[in-house]
């Protein structure tokens, strides 16, 4: 079954504008990670936030964790065409097996 | 991190028939894991492969319809077995180092069933 929730779903923006997508989880995580996917294929990893984190950044991503609130951020800054995929959150929870268990996705699209 | 061969990248079954995917990695891993993403969805687990024994599967999932091979530390085989329209999906091979943070997809089995 999905842990998280991610919204919105679909998200279309101007070239050079911000993105946000903003994912929601039920259990205690040990941390939580956001891929990407390009054409329904291969994740690609992107960034991976430790549940005693508020705040990482790698280029021009940034992500939130409010563990109060069971909720993460993603934002791309100055978007490009290329930033064009699905965008998934992904939880490890703190009992049980290693194992990621993904939220619905957003797919972004960035117009030129 | 590690670098996953997944084949087929793709085929086209009849109903009634089996499929066996294949994942190869190229170093040893400690834990792997089989995903299913069907048309328009997000990934769900289908189980986790354990070297050496029966794998762990995830509700909804059973050994007879997605039977699990891993003989060593470094590949595993998903067969999705009696295949009808609605295993029509991607299904994805991931591998882990270090337990609960990095994790590698393969580049996943694109499977119509028609």
């Known amino acids: 079954s999905q842990q998280g929730e991610e919204d919105p779903q679909a998200l279309s923006i101007q070239e050079g504008e911000n993105a946000t997508m903003n994912c929601s989880y039920k259990?205690?995580?040990?941390?939580l990670q956001w891929y990407r996917q390009n054409s329904g294929r291969g994740l690609v990893h992107l960034i991976l936030?430790?549940?005693?984190?508020r705040e990482k950044h790698s280029g021009r991503l940034r992500v939130t964790l409010d563990t109060s609130k069971k909720s993460s951020s993603l934002l791309i800054t100055a978007s490009r065409a290329a930033d064009t995929a699905s965008y998934f959150c992904?939880?490890?929870?703190?009992?049980?097996?290693?194992?990621?268990?993904f939220g619905q996705g957003t797919r972004l699209t960035i117009n030129p | 991190s590690a670098v996953i061969s997944q084949k087929p990248s793709r085929d086209i079954c009849q109903r009634g028939t089996s499929l066996t995917i294949q994942c190869q990695v190229d170093?040893?891993?400690?834990?792997m894991f089989w995903y299913r993403q069907q048309p328009g969805q997000s990934l769900t687990l289908i189980a986790t492969?354990?070297?050496?024994?029966?794998?762990?599967?995830e509700s909804g999932f059973v050994i007879d319809k997605f039977p699990i091979s891993r003989p060593n530390l470094t590949f595993s085989t998903l067969t999705v077995s009696n295949m009808s329209p609605e295993d029509s999906s991607i299904y994805l091979c991931?591998?882990?180092?270090?337990?609960?943070?990095?994790?590698?997809f393969g580049s996943g089995t694109r499977l119509t069933v028609v």
């Open positions: 170093s040893q891993v400690t834990m």
């Open positions: 936030i430790r549940s005693n984190e």
């Open positions: 492969a354990n070297q050496g024994s029966e794998a762990t599967y």
């Open positions: 992904a939880t490890v929870l703190i009992q049980g097996a290693q194992k990621l268990v």
């Open positions: 991931s591998v882990s180092f270090s337990s609960g943070l990095g994790y590698t």
């Open positions: 259990t205690s995580i040990n941390n």
